[in-house]
């Protein structure tokens, strides 16, 4: 079971207390009704899948309930951090493995 | 009167205190601390099991968890039968019954051993290939025939009357493993004041120093030594200590999953104590202290009863006070071998000969040996092993070829070398590394907070082992304590070796006699019958992976997972292969270490507590009226009210006719309801659902359509806006956590602008749901500061106010095509409210209805339910419901996935009605529609039915159905194909009673 750190809570709680939400930092269209068919496939349908580091949602279900974002290696499920929702992808990654 | 094999005075067990037990309808004494495997050989029994695929006759191979043979069947009562027990591992109690397993019609007599003759029919890969055609003989003749005669034990018939239980706990430092390694580890890391927790599997601890006669630490027997650090270490407040308890996995982060055996070693357990208990551990660091497993000698025939372990018979021998045999062989690669011929000598047992493959080895433990006596003979091998249901001799050839010579026997003790546990640490994603001197995979590379000592780590030597695993507890305890504050420096003292044994090297592979050109039976893996043979043919036939040899073979995929045979079967592969052993790798070793129950990991979340049953507030009134419930999600509905000598069918025709003709209550309480309030309320409303909701008038409420973004309905309900800022919204009964959770998700990351507070309701109000032409005179008298006239709270409108003095929101709305109103009341007062009404109500002949008399009744109106009528690929146009769907606006979570070119395109398939042309006929929900059905199979499917009933009100059956293009069809006949004949029908409107919609204010 992994322990994740809440950032709205502070603390590293157990898995089971969240759920994953998905992949993060895809942005929804202001103008959602002009979007084309390739944008929309692209925003709905498209998704990464890497092997090592993704930037995945996650919310604190049964904790403070709010989403957040995470980065984590998929090859260990190590997570290299999480952030707040609606902050930028980080820049930087405390420890990335190679 | 003291068993055959038992040598007075030997072992630690007290031989006077004695328990009765049964095997296989036999009944022998043991004695108290006993294993079933150590009381069996103490009467001379070795053959206990047959094996697995040539029903070959095996005994005990080991003394430990590592067992891949005697596995049996532990039945304490028809109800408590435990298949695949190791009888090595399960503790002996006063009226323990076993019986061995996979044999028939008895142990010694097994038709099914004619193996020897068809095995060539079960050699590698057999189930890839032999049994290839017919495909329709696997399953009436291959498959049965191979379940019957192949397989491990039978499953119990009835529930699992034990009760198990689980455990979380932290620490600082967990130790898995209680030999000289763990304990050291344990002392160090608990004297500096940090939590430890240790854990052994063993009912003792000390593990090798259980057989280790040579062994003194700290002017003691090292068994005595470990007992006494044990008592000490069990007395301090910072740790915890675990017997008979497996850690069986390892996971992310340190955690660790460990079974603790409570009560299988007890003759009368008692209600009050768990069969098991698992216990979920996060620590700090891990000191892996699990020691090393003692490997077989491959050799023909070396799976005959009496062929064992050196260790084995040590730890029988020095533990239990059981001799093995009165004239054992040894058969060796190197020292280990020579203390077990040695302890045997020195307590009166006959050893016949040492056959040792080294050419000149020399030592100590070969000084003494050849000092007492024993004949040595250096450069040879065993070739093979002569008897059937138990071992009776031991041929010896020079190792390059020459003279054989056959030496009695009535056991052979064998040692190929040790190898180092490594199980855990690879679990952990550690990457073990090869050591190409002592031809061993050690931990190499670490993933986690972790730290491997002793023989594990490939630590040789007591002295070495102690040092090693004391500077690690200590370390890790210092580690630890810098995580979690607070660590005092040691205090104690780091045990003193006085004395020790140490051995190392080996071999891996076949033996002479078992290589390369022969085809003999020398066992690799005992549990699953894999052979030398089986791994090079395997080779021969393709694989290169060690994965592929694996599975091919099956070589390591049994319940023991290997312990014995992994490291054989990899040198065999990697010598066909021409390969260094690095080259071709080591398998994965998985979770978990030893079998676990089921029962451990379901714990109490079975029967009643496997999943929470939600009860609404009128739950005990529906109950005491006799209500039939169905199960929504984890909901009880009440669903039709028989009364007396009525069956579902009269219940539900019945509670629909009275509802239309006067009234019907219905608890429409499991609602899911959410309320969004804030100065963006309805904002946010707009953006979550397709309707318009800025204009709604507060008092006035909305049929909501809920979409996901692909355009497809998502959820729908009756939402009524009670003020400016604040909306009561309705969900489906099943959808409730679903939309809560996707409208936090909009709120709090697409929409994080909007000043607005959601707010799950659900358990808060009970709803009490009054349908019907008479509804308003049942409420109006109980209801107080609620205009109830039609020009005060017309159809869909919603008012605060009070009844039967208790606050409510009362909506005006219907989901029955009939006056009707939703009674909120604060859940509390739910069941007191409903039975004001009830009372009410009686005066008016009114019913209460279930779930089932809810969906005919909707039905005949058209009215759709979510999840039943679409299935997640209905857009609002598909269901006809384009007019809940706002054209002014410009954006709402769905409005571009609803405008994609296959929803928009002709042809999709649309909500109708259905009635069928003989109009008693009910269709089947689900069936598949058909426009003509006299085409060829498979036909064209075109649509499905999605609703059907009875409807006793129109007197005729009725249902809905999403057909392609549906609503062009109108009118047309179409066909339902059924088992027992076409059914026709006609497309009509999803309206079937009161297409005016006029009741609504009747
Ligand atoms: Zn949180």
Request: glycine share 10%.
């Amino acid at each position: 079971m992994l322990l994740i750190r809440c950032p709205y809570c502070e603390e590293e709680r157990p898995e089971l207390e969240f759920r994953n939400a998905g992949e993060a930092h895809i942005a929804r269209s202001a103008d959602m009704a002009a979007t084309s068919d390739d944008d929309f496939e692209k925003f709905f349908f498209i998704r990464s899948n890497p092997k090592g580091i993704i930037y995945e949602r996650w919310r604190h279900m049964h904790g403070c309930a709010r989403f957040f974002n995470a980065v984590r290696d998929t090859v260990s499920d190590r997570f290299l951090m999480t952030y707040k929702a609606g902050e930028p992808k980080p820049a930087k990654l405390p420890g990335a493995s190679k | 009167m003291i068993a055959a094999f038992r040598i007075p005075g030997a072992g630690r067990l007290k031989q006077a205190e004695t328990a009765r037990f049964s095997f296989d309808g036999q009944s022998y004494a043991g004695v108290e601390g006993d294993t079933l495997a150590s009381a069996l050989l103490a009467n001379g029994v070795h053959l206990v099991g047959r094996s697995f695929k040539y029903h070959r006759p095996r005994g005990f191979l080991s003394a430990g968890a590592e067992e891949p043979n005697a596995l049996v069947e532990i039945k304490r009562d028809s109800a408590r039968k435990t298949p695949n027990v190791r009888a090595t591992v399960q503790e002996l109690y006063d009226g323990l019954t076993a019986q061995s397993q996979n044999r028939w019609p008895s142990l010694s007599f097994d038709v099914s051993a004619v193996g020897d003759i068809a095995s060539p029919l079960l050699s590698a890969g057999f189930y890839y290939k032999t049994f290839m055609w017919p495909k329709s003989a696997w399953k009436n003749l291959y498959e049965p025939k191979i379940r019957a005669a192949a397989g491990l034990g039978v499953a119990p018939d009835q529930p699992d009357p034990d009760h198990y239980s689980a455990r979380y706990a932290h620490c600082d430092v967990l130790v898995l493993g209680g030999g000289a390694a763990g304990i050291a580890s344990a002392l160090a890391a608990a004297e500096t004041g940090v939590r430890v927790i240790l854990a052994d599997e063993q009912a003792d601890f000390g593990g090798s120093l259980r057989f280790e006669s040579g062994a003194k630490i700290d002017g003691q027997d090292g068994f005595a030594w470990a007992q006494g650090a044990v008592a000490t270490l069990k007395a301090m407040d910072n740790v915890r200590v675990l017997s008979r308890t497996t850690a069986f996995g390892y996971y992310a982060q340190n955690f660790v999953g460990l079974v603790e055996r409570v009560s299988d070693h007890l003759q009368n357990p008692g209600r009050g104590l768990p069969r098991e208990r698992l216990w979920q551990v996060r620590a700090s660091r891990v000191v892996l202290a699990t020691g090393a497993i003692e490997r077989h000698m491959v050799f023909a025939d070396n799976d005959r009863p009496g062929i064992m372990l050196a260790s084995a018979a040590r730890i029988y021998l020095n533990h239990y006070g059981v001799a093995v045999g009165r004239n054992v062989g040894v058969y060796t690669a190197n020292d280990s071998a020579y203390a077990a011929a040695i302890d045997l000598k020195k307590a009166g047992v006959g050893v016949a000969a040492i056959v040792d493959l080294r050419d000149n080895p020399t030592g100590p433990v070969i000084d003494e040996a050849r000092a007492l006596g024993i004949e040595i003979n250096f450069g040879r091998a065993v070739i093979r092993a002569g008897g059937k249901l138990r071992v009776s001799s031991m041929t010896v050839q020079p190792k390059n070829g020459g003279g054989e010579r056959t030496i009695p026997v009535d056991a052979i003790l064998m040692s190929a070398g040790w190898t180092p546990s490594v199980h855990l640490f690879s679990q952990s994603r550690g990457k073990v590394a090869f050591n190409d001197e002592t031809k061993r995979f050690v931990p190499g590379t670490y993933a986690q907070d972790c730290v491997s000592v002793g023989a594990c780590n490939g630590t040789d030597g007591l002295s070495a082992t102690i040092d090693e695993a004391y500077s690690a507890g200590a370390k890790a305890a210092k580690e630890a304590a810098v995580k979690n504050a607070g660590a005092n420096a040691a205090k104690g003292a780091k045990p003193k070796v006085d004395a020790s044994e140490s051995w190392s090297r080996g071999m891996l592979g076949a033996a002479p006699g078992a290589g390369a050109d022969t085809t003999v039976k020398a066992f690799v893996d005992f549990q699953n019958d894999v052979t030398a043979k089986d791994i090079r043919q395997a080779v021969h036939e393709g694989m290169r992976s060690i994965e592929h040899v694996k599975r091919f073979t099956t070589n390591g995929m049994a319940t023991d997972q290997g312990k014995t045979s992994n490291m054989h079967g990899l040198a065999i592969a990697a010598e066909t292969l021409g390969k260094p052993i690095p080259q071709v790798g080591l398998t994965t070793f998985r979770a978990p270490y030893t079998p676990v129950t089921f029962g451990s990991i379901v714990g109490h979340a079975r029967g009643p507590l496997f999943d929470p049953t939600r009860k609404t507030a009128i739950h005990p009134w529906a109950e005491r009226q006799g209500a039939v419930f169905e199960d929504v999600g984890q909901w009880k509905r009440a669903w039709y009210f028989p009364k007396a000598g009525e069956d579902m069918h009269a219940a539900v025709d019945r509670e629909c006719v009275t509802v239309r003709k006067t009234a019907g209550l219905f608890d429409a309480s499991t609602l899911g309801k959410i309320e969004v309030v804030g100065p963006d309320a309805a904002r946010f409303m707009e953006l979550l659902y397709t309707n318009p909701w800025e204009k709604l008038e507060p008092g006035r409420c909305r049929y909501g359509i809920m979409l996901r973004e692909d355009g497809f309905i998502y959820d729908d309900g009756v939402v009524g806006r009670l003020a400016p800022d604040r909306f009561h919204v309705t969900t489906t009964t099943g959808g409730a956590p679903r939309v809560m959770n996707h409208m936090e998700d909009y709120l709090q990351t697409e929409f994080p602008h909007l000043n607005v507070w959601l707010t799950s309701i659900t358990e808060q109000w009970a709803v009490i749901a009054v349908q019907g032409p008479k509804s308003r005179d049942i409420i109006a008298p109980l209801v107080e500061g609620i205009d109830m006239s039609d020009e005060a709270l017309p159809h869909m409108s919603v008012r605060e106010g009070k009844i039967c003095g208790v606050p409510t929101r009362l909506f005006r709305m219907s989901f029955t095509g009939e006056r009707g109103f939703e009674v909120n009341v604060p859940a509390d007062h739910g069941q007191a409210v409903w039975e004001a009404l009830w009372a009410e109500g009686q005066k008016h002949g009114a019913c209460a209805y279930g779930t089932e008399a809810m969906h005919v009744l909707r039905a005949e109106k058209g009215y759709i339910i979510v999840g039943q009528d679409t299935d997640g690929t209905v857009t609002p146009n598909d269901a006809g419901l384009d007019w809940a769907v706002g054209k002014k606006k410009t954006d709402f979570v769905g409005i571009r996935g609803m405008a994609r070119p296959d929803l928009v395109a002709k042809g999709r398939k649309q909500l109708v009605g259905l009635k069928t042309k003989d109009p008693k006929v009910v269709l089947e929900e689900g069936a598949q529609i058909v426009g003509d059905p006299k085409q060829a199979i498979p036909m064209t499917m075109i649509g499905h039915v999605t609703s059907s009933y009875w409807s006793e009100n129109c007197g005729r059956s009725i249902a809905l159905a999403l057909v392609a293009g549906g609503r062009d069809r109108m009118g047309e006949t179409l066909y339902v194909p059924m088992p027992n004949g076409t059914i026709e029908v006609e497309v009509t409107g999803m309206v079937f009673f009161d297409e005016k919609g006029e009741r609504l204010n009747g």
